[in-house]
């Protein structure tokens, strides 16, 4: 979900980028870039991956990354909430102030409010004692001391500007803080929040203190980030305070509220609260407010959450946590991404250490989301027996790069998401499009899934079974999306009955069977029909001959939407909506591209969008077949004039980094035979878009797509979806091995030639890395843009890239060019 209105982005780029900034603390860049020379001095094979991880990275320009603690797929991320514009909790902004510490966060999604941010806590002083103690999110709220913010993997700490640390560290539903005093500062204070989260939508719930067994319970319900208003889910908080019996309680009470000047009342040893929705509006603040006896410096913490029970939240602090230290959890959570980020090994001597931190943070990124909820199931899947992650959102960003990436070197964890997107179907009919806070949210090119239980199903239908995925099933799901209109098909499902009919979806058609947004026509059908190329390709891996016609047909149907007589920029045929009696209905194509004239235009989810497209132009939009390029390319007006236009995309500004539908874009000279100017436009955009400060994303990570996006830049690949074809592009670095930990392969990727100078965005004269020749095992491929899967990370072995300087004489594929439908491609399943 690229949520942020384009004009806001474009206005983020202009004041943003530049690292203005110092968070955080600049002591983690030194220590990260003292890890990296290290290791690339020792050549030791005992590597620690964790230290090269900027968890900061995408904390600025609204990336919307959260750098709290978190084990990989955690449902707890520890992170500080601040004001203005925090969907993940955190920014770098020095000007925004911390409300407080909490457990529950997502990761580059950019709902406009923020997602979660349940249970905050906030340390504090009141020399006036508990009555004075400023608890309302106003009052507390603080800046912290700057530049001193710190964070890795399985950590996170930061300090206010009265010197108060607050650290913590996790495990998949529990974890630690740690909160340190200044000396001879007083009596520590704590206020616990009932009722707040970051979207400010609670809709009911109780805290209860237990002073002797010195535990605080809180339960209730809130509302989705990104979904329909109508929907809540219930969370669950298990607060231990007496750190095993070492800490002794002073005061404890509740309070509520509003502001300061309206009410703000507490109860001094009051021990619970239960309040309900409040009907007339707004969210009353609520929570509990205790201190400790003794002035102790440091106060230790135990939290666990549960989306199932009060009960459930306790046992897992209890079961996950137990009596360990907080060094004891920051080690094991270590450990746990080390054995993650070790699936691809780099040689750490040879690459440039800018492209080792912007890999391995974004191999981080990579497996920080979905939030592994696994036996945390309620509503419709309460119970469920499959596995359950939560923060789908959206499969519409995630399709195109990162289960891609993941099914490289995990097909077991991918396999357990993909039972989770059927058990979506299994419960509610149709698989889970962007689910948000355990609810569904908005649908945004139709069923996403649909791609990607096809990449697991093309790339491991031979483990499937033993992996626990049936085909079968996963098929039906499949057809479910592609057959079953929902009548309500803003959050599940595909407006298919009009798509059949027509043959695209029409715009302002009469439904009389369902409804839903009718905007985003052109995107729609664009979308819809690459998801059914997807239902093809699983069709055709199991025999079911009548559904490949079908399918293969509709794959097609993006040619529906083309309009062959508009013209922009010299350039013509462009897609655009279409009323149902065949008519175009015209946009500019460069209506809500970055040059749009008109910065009110709406773009996005708005009822007013009517540019047919979704957060794109039809200049970015007109791009993507992925299945089909090589007819897009005959219609677009051959080789040399789509070399052109892809130029002119680039040149003109309408390319945008951060936004999905672009993201195949630089890779498209290939399918016109000049793969080297892949290679240079790879090379310009990464070095335009990314680097390793806070600012280093071109907008939203949308949930590690564009980290997975940038893996494979890096990579030197990129994946065509619910296919096993790659592409080849120029590595950044000189060698990697991708570890496949269920296939038990591995695979060195050798970059003959490498050169160093090549790492930059322009390469200069004279530096090799235009892909030569591509061998596998020793035998050169006949062709140097593309691979299998199955030839290549299935076999595992060697596979050397060499690359030259003699860009002229490597400027083509040799014997074929990647797979298109329309040109006899993807024929057979592997
Ligand atoms: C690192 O070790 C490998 C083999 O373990 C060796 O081939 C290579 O030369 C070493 N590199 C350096 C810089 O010492
Ligand atoms: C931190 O920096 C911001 C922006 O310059 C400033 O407003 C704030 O007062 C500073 N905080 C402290 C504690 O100095
Ligand atoms: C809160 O009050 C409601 C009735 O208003 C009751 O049903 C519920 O059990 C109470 N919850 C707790 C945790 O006490
Ligand atoms: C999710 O959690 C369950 C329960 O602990 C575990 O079995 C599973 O391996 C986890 N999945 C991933 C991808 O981490
Ligand atoms: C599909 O047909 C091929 C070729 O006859 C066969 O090898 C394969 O096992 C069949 N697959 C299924 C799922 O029936
Ligand atoms: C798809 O099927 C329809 C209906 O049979 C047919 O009119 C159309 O030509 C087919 N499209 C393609 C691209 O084969
Ligand atoms: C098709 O419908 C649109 C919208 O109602 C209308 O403007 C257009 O004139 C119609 N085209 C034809 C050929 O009737
Ligand atoms: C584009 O170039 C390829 C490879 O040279 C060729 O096979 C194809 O026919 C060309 N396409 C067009 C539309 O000219
Ligand atoms: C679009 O805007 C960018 C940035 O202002 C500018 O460089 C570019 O030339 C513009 N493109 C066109 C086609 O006017
Ligand atoms: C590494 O990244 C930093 C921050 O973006 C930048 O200032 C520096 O020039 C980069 N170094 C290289 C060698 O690219
Ligand atoms: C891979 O190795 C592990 C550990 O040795 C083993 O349990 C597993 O069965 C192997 N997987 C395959 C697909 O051979």
């Known amino acids: 979900m690229a949520a942020k209105p384009l004009a806001l982005w474009v206005l983020a780029a202009v004041s943003f980028f530049g690292g203005v900034y110092a968070q955080p603390s600049p002591e983690v860049q030194k220590r990260i870039s003292a890890a990296i020379k290290e290791a690339g001095a020792s050549n030791s094979t005992n590597v620690d991956y964790t230290q090269f991880v900027n968890v900061f990275i995408g904390t600025d320009n609204f990336g919307d990354v959260c750098p709290g603690a978190s084990v990989p797929f955690g449902m707890v991320k520890f992170s500080t909430d601040l004001t203005g514009y925090a969907p993940a909790g955190y920014v770098v902004d020095p000007t925004q102030k911390i409300r407080g510490l909490s457990p529950l966060h997502d990761s580059g999604t950019g709902s406009s409010l923020g997602t979660y941010g349940n249970f905050e806590i906030m340390p504090m002083l009141c020399p006036g004692g508990f009555n004075t103690c400023n608890v309302l999110l106003a009052d507390r709220e603080r800046f912290r001391k700057n530049n001193t913010d710190d964070a890795y993997p399985g950590y996170f700490s930061q300090t206010l500007d009265n010197d108060i640390k607050m650290e913590a560290t996790s495990t998949r539903r529990a974890g630690l803080e740690r909160f340190t005093f200044p000396k001879g500062s007083g009596k520590p204070y704590f206020s616990l929040d009932l009722s707040n989260d970051l979207p400010a939508s609670f809709t009911g719930g109780a805290l209860n203190i237990d002073p002797e067994l010195g535990r605080i319970t809180i339960g209730g319900h809130w509302g989705s980030s990104f979904g329909p208003g ?150 419709a899947f309460a119970g469920t027996t499959h596995p359950y992650f939560d923060s789908l959102y959206c499969s519409w960003d995630t399709f195109r790069t990162f289960y891609p990436l993941m099914s490289l070197h995990s097909p077991a964890e991918f396999a357990q998401i993909v039972d989770n997107y059927i058990d979506g179907w299994r419960k509610l009919g149709w698989m889970p499009e962007c689910r948000a806070n355990n609810v569904p949210g908005w649908t945004q090119g139709g069923s996403s899934a649909d791609p990607i239980v096809g990449q697991f199903a093309m790339l491991y239908h031979n483990e499937a079974a033993a992996l626990g995925i049936d085909l079968d099933e996963l098929y039906e799901a499949m057809l479910a999306d592609a057959e079953q209109n929902p009548p309500e098909w803003n959050t599940l499902g595909r407006q298919v009955n009009v798509y059949k009919q027509y043959g695209f979806v029409p715009y302002g058609v009469l439904d009389t069977q369902s409804v839903g947004r009718q905007t985003r026509e052109g995107s729609r059908t664009l979308e819809y029909a690459f998801e059914d190329f997807a239902v093809r390709q699983v069709a055709l891996l199991l025999n079911k001959t009548d559904d490949v016609a079908k399918y293969t047909n509709r794959s097609l149907f993006y040619r529906n939407v083309w309009d062959p007589s508009v013209v922009s920029d010299g350039f013509k045929g462009f897609a655009q909506k279409r009323f149902s009696n065949g008519t175009f209905s015209y946009t500019d194509p460069i209506d809500c591209s970055p040059n749009d004239t008109n910065q009110n235009r709406e773009c996005s989810l708005q009822g007013d969008n009517n540019v047919g497209f979704y957060e794109s132009s039809s200049w970015e939009y007109s791009w993507f077949a992925p299945h089909d390029t090589a007819h897009l390319i005959d219609i677009m007006g051959g080789n040399d004039t789509f070399v052109s236009r892809l130029d002119h995309f680039f040149d003109a500004g309408y390319y945008l980094a951060g936004n999905e539908p672009s993201f195949q874009t630089p890779i498209g000279y290939h399918y016109a035979n000049h793969p080297t100017k892949s290679v240079d436009r790879v090379r310009e955009v990464v070095f335009t878009n990314f680097d390793i400060t806070p600012a280093g994303l071109p907008g939203n990570d949308d949930q590690a797509a564009m980290a997975t996006l940038l893996s494979f830049h890096l990579l030197g690949l990129y994946p065509v979806p619910s296919t096993s074809q790659f592409l080849v592009l120029s590595p950044f670095i000189p060698k990697y091995t991708i570890h496949n930990s269920y296939l038990n392969v591995s695979t060195t990727v050798t970059v003959n030639g490498f050169d160093a100078r090549s790492v930059q965005k322009m390469i200069p004269t004279g530096a090799s890395a235009y892909v030569k020749s591509v061998t596998f095992n020793g035998v050169v491929s006949p062709n140097r843009c593309h691979f299998d899967f199955y030839d290549v990370f299935r076999v595992g072995g060697d596979l050397v890239i060499e690359v030259t300087a003699d860009k002229a004489s490597v400027d083509s594929c040799g014997q074929g060019l990647p797979e298109s439908v329309s040109t006899g491609g993807f024929a057979s399943a592997r």
């Open 230 to 379: 109508v929907y809540s889910y219930q969370a669950f908080a298990c607060y231990d305070i007496l750190d095993g019996g070492k800490q002794k309680l002073s005061e404890y009470g509740v309070w509520t509220g509003m502001t300061s000047e309206l009410f703000n009342a507490k109860g001094l040893g009051v021990t619970s609260l239960n309040l309900t929705r409040n009907l007339i509006g707004g969210v009353y603040e609520s929570g509990a407010l205790f201190s400790y006896e003794d002035e102790p410096t440091e106060i230790n913490i135990r939290v666990g959450v549960s989306f199932v029970s009060v009960n459930q939240a306790c046992a897992n602090a209890e079961s996950e946590v137990g009596t360990s230290s907080f060094e004891a959890i920051v080690a094991q959570s270590q450990a746990l991404w080390n054995e993650k980020l070790s699936k691809i090994a780099i040689d750490l001597a040879g690459t440039p250490a800018n492209v080792t931190e912007m890999l391995y943070s974004s191999l981080y990124r990579a497996s920080l989301t979905p939030n592994n909820a696994t036996g945390e199931t309620q509503g």
